[in-house]
């Protein structure tokens, strides 16, 4: 977002970079095992998802996640954060999607799942939300592209 970029990996490490200059700008290590996805909310607020099972979200302004969320037995492969905001499906909630055999969808104001979308017989590893946030595309191992 803005003039960042985000990176995550096997070294258990999430690092903002300045996509002008290139340099790290920060470096979060607090997953315990590789990172494998994240997902910017806002110019300043992002979530990371590990093999450790945990989802961390994040602010630029602090060292320590603003929130830990053990949503499932297995590790999480991708997260993505919906819209929100005034003319959004979302308008007073942040919402956010993760996933591995199936996809849920989570209400971090309330701190509960809203939704469980099952349908994959794989791992799925890719979520993207339409532009206005009505359909939720999710695909998979099983080579099977659902809409939601």
């Known amino acids: 977002k803005g003039n960042f970029i985000l990176s995550t990996g096997v070294d258990r490490t999430t690092i903002i970079w300045d996509a002008n200059s290139g340099h790290c700008k ?18 300043t ?3 990371s998802c590990s093999d450790d099972m945990t989802l961390n979200i994040w602010n630029m302004s ?3 996640p603003v929130r830990n969320l053990q949503a499932h037995n297995e590790e999480m492969y991708t997260i993505k954060w919906s819209s ?6 979302n308008p007073n ?7 591995y055999y199936l996809a ?7 701190d ?4 469980i979308l099952v349908q994959h017989s794989e791992p799925v590893y890719s979520v993207a939300f339409s532009p ?4 939720l595309a999710t695909d998979s191992f099983d080579k099977a592209i659902n809409l939601w």
């Open 112 to 115: 509960v799942c809203q939704n």
């Open 62 to 64: 602090k060292e320590i």
């Open 93 to 99: 909630a942040a919402l956010f999607l993760t996933r």
């Open 84 to 89: 929100t905001g005034p003319g959004t499906m």
């Open 45 to 47: 607020t992002f979530a």
């Open 132 to 135: 206005d946030d009505r359909l």
């Open 104 to 110: 849920k969808k989570w209400d971090l104001q309330r």
């Open 26 to 43: 920060q470096q979060f290590s607090f997953h315990t095992a590789p990172a494998l996805d994240v997902d910017w909310q806002s110019d």
